[in-house]
């Protein structure tokens, strides 16, 4: 029996559509909604794009862009978000057309390093209730 509405490969070679049923999860780290700007430069060609990053963990984040890279593409990655920067050489790790692309981060230096896990500590403490934050 097929499916109701398939994947369809698109002309760049990227999947698009419905996802396979079979497809599971596979993240070994918690992600965070997260709103930075992304310049996202391709290695080898210098191709470079202005997108929106809206999830970010401690390996990776998603890149909101109706044009992504292909899958398995070495990037340069720069998000800005307040005063902050955060830099690092990446792998786009999926793409979907008119959607984004999942990044996988390489090579952060310890500086950098430093600047994503503060952004996680205040991503994660405003998400999460502090134990005795409702304490009068």
């Keep these: 029996m097929m499916p109701d509405n398939p994947p369809q490969q698109t002309a760049t070679g ?3 559509g419905a996802r396979d049923s079979r497809h599971t999860e596979r993240r070994s780290v918690a992600r965070y909604p997260f709103v930075a700007t992304a310049e996202v430069t391709e290695s080898g060609s210098e191709i470079k ?11 990776g984040c998603r890149i909101d862009t109706g044009r992504p890279f292909l899958a398995g593409a070495r990037i ?3 998000l800005l978000r307040g005063n902050g920067a955060f830099k690092t050489q990446a792998k786009v790790i999926y793409s979907l057309e008119g959607i984004g ?6 090579t952060p230096t310890p500086d950098q390093q430093a600047v994503l896990e503060g952004w996680l500590l205040e991503l994660v403490t405003s998400t999460t209730e502090l134990p005795g ?3 009068k």
Excluded: D, P, Y
């Design 14 to 16: 990227v999947t698009s």
């Design 49 to 59: 794009l202005w997108a929106r990053a809206s999830e970010l963990s401690l390996k």
């Design 76 to 78: 340069h990655l720069q």
């Design 101 to 106: 692309m999942g990044i996988v981060f390489l």
């Design 133 to 135: 934050s409702n304490l």
